[in-house]
């Protein structure tokens, strides 16, 4: 048990590719909470995936001890988080948990829009920022530009920010003492009933489902039976303990104090994030507020390659549905794929991240289809439908109007770039809401079209900007517009799996580019193909793919039979990779690349 | 079963692998040396031979191939010493094929009487083409008169001669190779080897493909013309199609290439050679090591193989059929049915008949023209699983 006084908890925010991670390796470090030896960079990212990618994907807490200039030695609990706006709803959750913010700005590069936009959550959280400049060491480094922009383009005072490299360890004890000086102790009483904040879950082989939870009043211990008062599951704690990072029992935790506990809970899914525990008697009468939910914008159909896989497919998906509460999936069968499952995700990162863990972990080969957004179907008879796939879509007569989500962007560039971005966004139906600068860089925030957005205008973005762009987006609502349903037709047969929503002033010119990327993704048959886009039966763009000329080996090996059968054989396996569609073959990633624009 | 080779006969395949120079576009097993000790290499091969003949007892040999690398860079008495072993250790059949595939260059032109002598019977030559820059372009050693010069000796050495060229070449057009073709035909005498240019991993040439300064070369639908066009003319002199890429007046195919595609039994000696040999009445792959050094000593500790596996009834099916099916003739489907203990789908079968890519006569089975066009795609769809 810590005295609030002694207890400082704090998140490390900044934009993607900051130095977050590495800030956090640095202060583990420096206080010599894991063993030198036991050192890697970015040691809280362990997921395969976060390694691989070098990004944090989820939030990580770790319990520091740290003793201050003061004399004292105080228990600091940090909470990394994810810098990529898809899982910006890790970092809104994890400041619910902390009293301060350290905003690491990368400062070679300066202010960007996940910078503002974790700012503006700190803030609504009404947190304690202390800014660090990083990555001093790098001869770009600019602090006294950063510094201005921040308090120009955000308006909080960095004149106090501390210069650090989180890489050379430069200026990180100023870091640990900020923390002590300038961040608040939490508040709470001993006293009370206990009232702990569900942070976080997550499903571990051995321990089954681990809670993360910070105490908000009273104190919890091994044995207290708990209560969660939105699901009112009831548990006896049998396990209690902290992060550093490894997990390390403690017999209770108190007021401010950040860990973990298990309770024979079975399933990820019986604990709700933003829930308030309690104890099942005498516990607290009034809840905390919670968390706002955090709901897929995203769907696209996952199917198993070989359609035998749907049982491991099912596994495997029910199992990181485990441990990822913004995922969802319901069953899904289609003409042409067969059966498989419609998924859900924060964002397109989010979904490429589910997709390869699939793929590697369960070692499923998968076609992923089109993503889409969820649009609002308005019947005539006043029904509304959710509509989360195209090929739902209800029959036309029935139909009196969709309405289709729309986003608030912010998209922060250099000004040289600034006419490419703008371009971008009004080709993607958007509409300018404002347009400010800051020094040499533009602030443009547009209202644009979820679905114009979902597939590929991130890396449209990156490439007209060279990466200098950065991108940032909240959902703002529905509203009504013109949109229509375009299925694509391979040697005259409807594909289903291929079917997108499509704005009818951009239908023409997606059609169009729909069917020439097919046919450089569909190898060439012994026949030719016709490859259409049509809306409700009216052909909108026609391509045609010539029939395989020649495909034959001219040198005979001399009874180098072996090789030569492999070729084959390998060539028609390749075969087993694609889809059937009556006689034509379709390779499983042209569903997904179909899509992407090169506007 | 146990007998199937006998379908397609028994032939000995010896490979050279020393060449004055690498060509940019070969990818066969090909090595450059400055000196090549020729009675450590005999010793080898006759050891080779030796170890061959024991498990091949009883057969009687249809064809020897002297293949390459170079062997036209053999010394006479080695081929002769090679031969006169083959003669003790295998009943050679009536009309035995001897081929040795020779350079056009006058150093190697001046060997071919004692090739002759030595009992070769047939000779193939790599002429690759009849324009001085192409030659150059594929880094041949020779030029055309040279070439023209080569091949006139060998017609006087040798009972039975052909040569290769190399079209869909870089920069060449129909009509250009059309009349390259022509004086091709007039120079030839039954047998031709027309290839189409293959850009190979691994070579310079592919090289440079993937790093895109390989320009030039032929668009499908040129090379497809050219193949159909070479088809043509090749008629016209009397010569047929009687494989992929092979020319010749019937009675003149290569006896020993057939062994191959009629998918017989036969022994590979040397660095990178390849058998298919039945033991015990099972059929086996054989292969052996590629590096000459390797090859060498391993010849010397024992062995030259470095596998002798047994393939299975599927995959020698697809062998036969992936084989077979270069030939005009095509393949048996009853023969085919009895080495695999099972027949090809009829549905498969059905569907690339109605697309004209095959045609069925019963037992036979082969490849239209259209299909020999795009006869990987035809024999990917065929394949057994
Ligand atoms: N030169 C230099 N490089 C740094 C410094 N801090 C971080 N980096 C590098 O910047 C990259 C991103 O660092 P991370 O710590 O993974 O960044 P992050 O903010 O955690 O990234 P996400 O979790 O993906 O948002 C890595 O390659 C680090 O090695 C620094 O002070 N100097
Ligand atoms: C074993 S090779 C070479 C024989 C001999 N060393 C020569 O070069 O003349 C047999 C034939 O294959 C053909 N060939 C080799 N590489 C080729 C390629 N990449 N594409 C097409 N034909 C090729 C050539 O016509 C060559 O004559
Ligand atoms: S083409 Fe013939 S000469 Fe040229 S490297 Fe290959 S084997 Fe040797
Ligand atoms: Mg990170």
Not at chain 1, 434 to 462: H, I, S
Not at chain 2, 58 to 82: H, N, Y
Not at chain 2, 202 to 220: N, Q, S, V
Request: hydrophobic content about 40%.
């Amino acid at each position: 048990m810590t005295e609030l006084s002694n207890i400082r908890n704090f998140s490390i925010v900044a934009h993607i590719d900051h130095g977050k991670s590495t800030l956090a390796d640095r202060l583990i470090q420096m206080t010599g909470t894991v063993a030198e030896r036991d050192m890697k960079a970015q040691l809280l990212d362990s997921m395969d995936i976060e390694r691989e990618r070098g990004i944090t994907i989820k939030a990580n807490t770790v319990r520091i001890d740290y003793p201050a200039k003061d004399g004292q030695t105080y228990v600091l609990n940090l909470i990394d988080t994810p810098g990529h706006v898809d899982f910006s709803y890790e970092v809104s959750r994890s400041m619910q948990a902390v009293e301060g913010s350290l905003l690491v700005v990368d400062s070679t590069q300066g202010v960007e829009a996940q910078t503002l936009a974790n700012v503006y959550q700190a803030i609504d959280a009404n947190h304690e920022i202390v800014p660090v400049l990083n990555k001093v060491d790098l001869p770009a480094s600019d602090c006294a530009r950063v510094a201005e922009q921040i308090e120009d383009v955000i308006g909080i005072d960095a004149s106090n920010s501390i210069h650090i490299s989180a890489k050379t360890g430069v200026g990180i004890p100023d870091v640990l003492e900020a923390i002590v000086t300038r961040l608040p102790a939490p508040k709470g009483d001993r006293n009370a009933p206990l009232k702990a904040m569900l942070v976080d879950s997550y499903y571990d082989a051995y321990l089954g489902v681990v809670v993360i939870i910070r105490v908000i009043d009273g104190v919890i211990k091994k044995g207290d039976r708990i209560k969660m008062m939105k699901t009112g599951g009831q548990y006896p704690v049998e396990k209690l303990g902290v992060f550093r990072p490894q997990m390390q029992d403690i017999a209770e935790l108190g007021p401010g104090e950040i860990g973990f506990l298990t309770a024979s809970i079975k399933q990820v899914r019986d604990t709700r994030v933003g829930d308030t525990i309690t104890t099942e008697k005498k516990g607290c009468e009034v809840p905390l507020p919670g968390f706002k939910p955090s709901i897929p914008v995203v769907f696209c159909g996952l199917f198993p390659v070989d359609s035998a896989e749907f049982d491991d497919l099912r596994n495997a998906i029910e199992k990181l549905a485990l441990n990822d509460a913004s995922f969802s999936y319901e069953m899904e069968s289609s003409a042409a794929l067969g059966f498989g499952f419609r998924c859900g995700f924060l964002g397109l990162l989010h979904l490429e991240v589910i997709r390869d863990r699939i793929e590697r972990e369960y070692n499923i080969d998968l076609i992923t289809t089109a993503p889409s957004v969820v649009y609002h179907v308005f019947m005539k008879d006043g029904e509304m439908i959710e509509l989360h796939n195209p090929a739902d879509m209800p029959d036309l007569s029935k139909v009196d109007h969709l309405e289709e989500p729309r986003i608030k962007a912010t998209i922060m560039v250099p000004d040289e770039y600034l006419g490419d971005v703008l371009k971008l966004c009004q080709d993607r139906r958007g509409v300018q809401l404002d347009l400010t600068y800051a020094g040499a860089r533009a602030m443009a925030v547009y209202d644009l079209p979820l679905n114009e957005v979902v597939f590929d205008f991130y890396d449209r973005l990156k490439s007209v900007t060279k990466g200098y762009a950065s991108f940032d987006y909240q959902m703002s609502g529905y509203q009504e517009d013109q949109l229509v349903k375009m299925q694509i037709l391979v040697n005259d047969e409807p594909v289903d799996a291929l079917s997108i929503m499509v704005h009818r002033t951009r239908a023409e010119t997606r059609g169009r580019a729909m069917c020439e990327k097919l046919k450089e993704l569909i190898p060439r048959h012994m026949f030719k193909i016709p490859i259409q886009a049509a809306i409700g039966g009216k052909v909108i763009a026609r391509e045609t793919l010539a029939a395989l000329r020649k495909d034959v080996t001219a040198k005979c090996y001399g009874g180098d039979a072996t090789r030569k059968r492999k070729l084959l054989e390998k060539q028609k396996a390749g075969k087993k990779k694609m889809r059937q569609f009556g006689r034509v073959e379709i390779p499983q990633e042209a569903f997904i690349n179909a899509l992407k624009m090169d506007d | 079963m146990a007998e199937d080779w006998r379908n397609g006969g028994f032939g000995l395949y010896i490979h050279w692998p020393f060449c004055m120079a690498k060509c940019p576009y070969c990818d066969f097993n090909s090595h450059v040396s400055r000196s090549i000790d020729q009675k450590a290499w005999l010793d080898a091969y006759l050891k080779e031979l030796d170890r061959n003949a024991a498990r091949t007892p009883d057969r009687v040999l249809k064809s020897v191939f002297f293949g390459g690398g170079t062997p036209s860079l053999m010394e006479p008495e080695t081929v002769a010493a090679i031969l006169n072993r083959v003669g003790q250790l295998w009943t050679p059949a009536n009309d035995q094929e001897i081929t040795l595939e020779a350079n056009p260059t006058s150093v190697e032109a001046g060997r071919f009487q004692a090739y002759a002598e030595a009992g070769v019977n047939r000779v193939s030559m790599g002429l690759q083409s009849l324009r001085d820059d192409d030659l150059r372009r594929l880094g041949r050693m020779h030029t055309v008169a040279e070439g023209r010069r080569a091949f006139e000796i060998a017609k006087d050495c040798f009972g039975r001669v052909s040569f290769d060229l190399i079209y869909a070449r870089q920069d060449q057009t129909v009509p250009e190779w059309k009349a390259e073709l022509r004086e091709a035909l007039a120079l030839a005498a039954d047998h031709l080897s027309l290839y189409q240019l293959t850009i190979e991993a691994g070579t310079a040439f592919g090289d440079r493909y993937e790093r895109g300064t390989l320009r030039g070369l032929p668009e499908d639908d040129d090379a497809a013309e050219m193949y159909e066009v070479t088809q043509e003319i090749c008629a016209e002199f009397g010569m047929y199609d009687y494989e992929v890429s092979n020319y010749a007046k019937p009675g003149a195919e290569s006896r020993h290439n057939q062994i191959y595609w009629h998918y017989g039994d036969y022994v590979g000696i040397g660095p990178g050679a390849h058998g298919r040999v039945t033991m015990n009445g099972i059929r086996h792959a054989t292969d052996t090591w590629k590096q000459p050094q390797k090859w060498l000593d391993a010849v010397a500790a024992g062995t030259g193989e470095n596998l002798v596996e047994a393939v299975s009834p599927t995959e020698q099916a697809n062998e036969y059929l992936m084989m077979g099916l270069r030939l005009t003739e095509g393949i048996d489907l009853e023969r085919f049915n009895q080495i695999g203990g099972r027949a090809l789908n009829p549905r498969t079968l059905k569907e690339l008949q109605d697309m004209g890519m095959i045609e069925l006569e019963s037992p036979y089975l082969k490849a239209t023209r259209a299909g020999r066009l795009v006869l990987n795609a035809v024999i990917a769809e065929l394949l057994l699983d």
